[in-house]
């Protein structure tokens, strides 16, 4: 690792500019994907489900790859990790675009969707990875690296925020002189262009943060020569997670959190249209949210600096926990309810940006014990949660709305007491119990001390 001294000020101030298109970028699939294949495409229900839980599948087993890989192969020429800032962004303009292209809604236009969704996530995938990774190498102490992981979540709450009015707004642009066929597609560009050109300003702000490939294989060869050893130790994923329990603990700790961000984004709108009976609230709850999380991400580092990042992210749980049992002792009163669930999406957000520290932590502990770098396959695993958790939402929202005997075609005005009472549940015990039961396993099983 390079010796360079302190952070840039380009580097506290705009480190996450990538992730804000990032952000931009990957709504336009969480908003309007469905809609395009049903309604543009027009695929039946049943082969949209078939696609997307391939590439939902695909995409999570190979979130598990992505770190050992940049572990594993040769560095390039600007470095292990900061190499892949712009080797593989350039592509995904192209590839994320193709999946919303209308060919058929037969085999052949099911079959080259799922392929550019597959494709495009891997091209997106290896830069997201590499630019956490990032956050390891640039920082060399706590209060670096939670400065540029508090940066970074601010400029992904800000996107949430730009986007809902932002993204409709290029939708309508492009369908007026595109047609709507073409409108997505078009978006899905120009946002994935977005974050090709912030990850290109992050490629040039590490600029000296880290070696180049030259200067790394290079040290390679002169610590083969001095230790007498005839080949470089292998690289083993494996390895790095079974030598650290502190890891193993995080990881699950890490999934309850998502599987909290799935189930309250998924069923807010069956609260504020069948408890609430006002689905106009909805924009604003998701407002309010998003505005939070934007002061969450930027207040984290201070409260990191007086408690640590575990225990920052422990404290934010329990929060999340008791606003959430909180909530549901009155969930027929919605403005509670929405300021209850509001600090719990505001305790999340502030834990965010622990994450990328707690990691970092668990590589330097893998690395010392194995006696290799093992960054890019530690770090790699801050991906796995959310692919589990995009997995686990449609199971848990549909076992959810299941127990509460929901039926849509049921009058929203007309609800009973049990439906009601069972979405309440799934909106805010459920999550509350789940993060309470992650806040356990972090508090026990993860006990690496603070240390600069």
Same mark, same amino acid.
């Given at each position: 690792?390079?010796?360079?001294?302190?952070?840039?000020?380009?580097? $506290?101030?705009?480190?996450?500019?990538?992730?804000?298109?990032?952000?931009?970028?990957?709504?336009?699939?969480?908003?309007?994907?469905?809609?395009?294949?049903?309604?543009?495409?027009?695929?039946?229900?049943?082969?949209?489900?078939?696609?997307? !839980?391939?590439?939902? *599948?695909?995409?999570?087993?190979?979130?598990?790859?992505?770190?050992?890989? #940049?572990?594993?192969? $040769?560095?390039?020429?600007?470095?292990?990790?900061?190499?892949?800032?712009?080797?593989?962004?350039?592509?995904?303009?192209?590839?994320?675009?193709?999946?919303?292209?209308? &060919?058929?809604?037969?085999?052949?236009?099911?079959? /080259?969707?799922?392929?550019?969704?597959?494709?495009?996530?891997?091209?997106?995938?290896?830069?997201?990875?590499?630019?956490?990774?990032?956050?390891?190498?640039?920082?060399?102490?706590?209060?670096?690296?939670?400065?540029?992981?508090? !940066?970074?979540?601010?400029?992904?709450?800000?996107?949430?925020? *730009?986007?809902?009015?932002?993204?409709?707004?290029?939708?309508?642009?492009?369908?007026?002189?595109?047609?709507? !066929?073409?409108? =997505?597609?078009?978006?899905?560009?120009?946002?994935?262009?977005?974050?090709?050109?912030?990850?290109?300003? +992050?490629?040039?702000?590490?600029?000296?943060?880290?070696?180049?490939?030259?200067?790394?294989?290079?040290?390679?060869?002169?610590?083969?020569?001095? !230790?007498?050893?005839?080949?470089?130790?292998?690289?083993?994923?494996?390895?790095?997670?079974?030598?650290?329990? +502190?890891?193993?603990?995080?990881?699950?700790?890490?999934?309850?959190?998502?599987?909290?961000?799935?189930?309250?984004?998924?069923?807010?709108?069956? =609260? /504020?249209?069948? *408890?609430?009976?006002?689905?106009?609230?909805?924009?604003?709850?998701?407002?309010?949210?998003?505005?939070?999380?934007?002061? %969450?991400? =930027?207040?984290?580092? /201070?409260?990191?600096? $007086?408690?640590?990042?575990?225990?920052?992210? &422990?404290?934010?749980?329990?929060?999340?926990?008791?606003?959430?049992?909180?909530?549901?002792? *009155?969930?027929?009163?919605?403005?509670?309810?929405?300021?209850?669930?509001?600090?719990? #999406?505001?305790?999340?957000?502030?834990?965010?940006?622990?994450?990328?520290?707690?990691?970092?932590?668990?590589?330097?502990?893998?690395?010392?014990?194995?006696?290799?770098?093992?960054?890019?396959?530690?770090?790699?695993?801050?991906?796995?949660?959310?692919?589990?958790?995009?997995?686990?939402?449609?199971?848990?929202?549909?076992?959810?709305?299941?127990? %509460? +005997?929901?039926?849509?075609?049921?009058?929203?005005?007309?609800?009973?007491?049990?439906?009601?009472?069972?979405?309440?549940?799934?909106?805010?015990?459920?999550?509350?119990?789940?993060?309470?039961?992650?806040?356990?396993?972090?508090?026990?099983? =993860?006990?690496?001390?603070?240390?600069?």
């Amino acid at each position: 690792m390079k010796n360079q001294k302190g952070l840039s000020k380009s580097l $506290k101030r705009f480190f996450g500019v990538g992730d804000f298109g990032f952000g931009l970028m990957s709504n336009i699939d969480t908003f309007y994907a469905s809609y395009f294949f049903t309604n543009i495409a027009k695929f039946s229900l049943s082969a949209v489900t078939v696609m997307t !839980t391939i590439s939902a *599948v695909v995409d999570a087993v190979l979130s598990c790859l992505y770190g050992p890989l #940049l572990n594993r192969i $040769k560095p390039r020429k600007w470095g292990r990790y900061r190499s892949w800032l712009i080797l593989t962004p350039w592509l995904v303009p192209f590839l994320y675009a193709m999946q919303f292209v209308k &060919i058929s809604n037969g085999i052949a236009g099911a079959i /080259f969707i799922t392929m550019a969704m597959i494709t495009s996530r891997i091209a997106w995938n290896i830069p997201f990875v590499a630019n956490i990774s990032m956050i390891n190498i640039v920082g060399k102490t706590q209060k670096e690296r939670m400065a540029l992981s508090s !940066t970074r979540m601010v400029w992904t709450s800000l996107a949430t925020v *730009v986007y809902s009015y932002v993204g409709p707004a290029a939708v309508a642009a492009f369908a007026g002189f595109l047609g709507e !066929t073409n409108a =997505y597609a078009a978006t899905a560009f120009s946002f994935a262009a977005l974050m090709a050109a912030g990850y290109y300003a +992050h490629f040039r702000m590490t600029k000296g943060y880290e070696e180049t490939g030259e200067e790394e294989l290079k040290r390679i060869a002169e610590e083969t020569a001095r !230790t007498k050893q005839q080949k470089q130790k292998k690289v083993s994923a494996l390895a790095a997670i079974g030598c650290n329990p +502190h890891l193993i603990f995080l990881f699950a700790s890490n999934i309850t959190k998502y599987i909290v961000l799935f189930l309250v984004n998924g069923l807010a709108i069956y =609260y /504020f249209e069948y *408890v609430s009976k006002d689905k106009g609230l909805l924009t604003g709850f998701l407002f309010a949210a998003n505005l939070l999380g934007i002061g %969450a991400s =930027y207040c984290s580092r /201070f409260i990191v600096a $007086k408690f640590s990042a575990k225990r920052t992210v &422990i404290l934010g749980y329990l929060v999340m926990g008791v606003s959430g049992i909180s909530a549901f002792l *009155v969930y027929k009163n919605t403005m509670v309810v929405m300021v209850l669930m509001c600090i719990l #999406l505001f305790s999340m957000n502030m834990t965010n940006s622990c994450d990328p520290e707690l990691y970092a932590k668990c590589a330097a502990y893998s690395g010392s014990k194995l006696g290799y770098d093992v960054t890019g396959i530690v770090m790699g695993l801050l991906t796995v949660p959310i692919k589990v958790g995009i997995i686990m939402r449609g199971i848990l929202i549909s076992a959810c709305l299941s127990l %509460a +005997h929901f039926d849509v075609g049921v009058d929203p005005l007309a609800s009973t007491e049990e439906m009601q009472r069972g979405i309440s549940i799934g909106f805010m015990i459920l999550p509350a119990l789940v993060i309470l039961a992650g806040a356990a396993i972090l508090g026990f099983g =993860y006990r690496l001390k603070q240390e600069d």
